[in-house]
């Protein structure tokens, strides 16, 4: 069981990046989903939210209208497409799925999520 982040990169602000998450060893599609991210000296967390079923989603206050999480069950995989990026989204962004049911109020704590992508960099220059 694998997840294998990828996308990151240097961007300038205002610009746009696609972080993608290949699963490997169980399909993805049976789990809910989530991307998080971690900036230097803070604390992990959660950004967006795909739910498994119903195709909810849920997003950070500050992120919401600007990224999309989306899935790609045909590739067992999911993405993040951010858009008008700003220098604070700068952070490791991590992609996370939960084994069976989250209740969409827990969705943002990172406890809650059983496996992990290993990180991919996003850095946004001002």
């Known amino acids: 069981v694998q997840l294998q982040a990828s996308g990151g990169g240097l961007v300038q602000a205002g610009g746009s990046l696609r972080l993608s998450c290949a699963a490997s060893?169980?399909?993805?599609?049976?789990?809910?989903v989530a991307w998080f991210r971690q900036a230097p000296g803070q604390e992990r967390e959660g950004i967006a939210y795909?739910?498994?079923?119903?195709?909810?989603?849920y997003y950070l206050q500050s992120v919401k209208g600007r990224f999309t999480i989306s899935r790609d069950n045909a590739n067992n995989a999911v993405y993040l497409q951010m858009n008008s990026l700003r220098p604070e989204d700068t952070a490791v962004y991590y992609c996370?799925?939960?084994?069976?049911?989250?209740?969409?109020?827990?969705?943002?704590?990172?406890?809650?999520?059983?496996?992990w992508g290993q990180g991919t960099l996003v850095t946004v220059s001002s």
């Open positions: 795909h739910s498994y079923s119903g195709g909810n989603t």
């Open positions: 060893g169980f399909s993805l599609n049976r789990y809910p």
């Open positions: 996370a799925a939960a084994r069976g049911r989250l209740l969409t109020t827990l969705w943002r704590f990172a406890d809650k999520y059983d496996y």
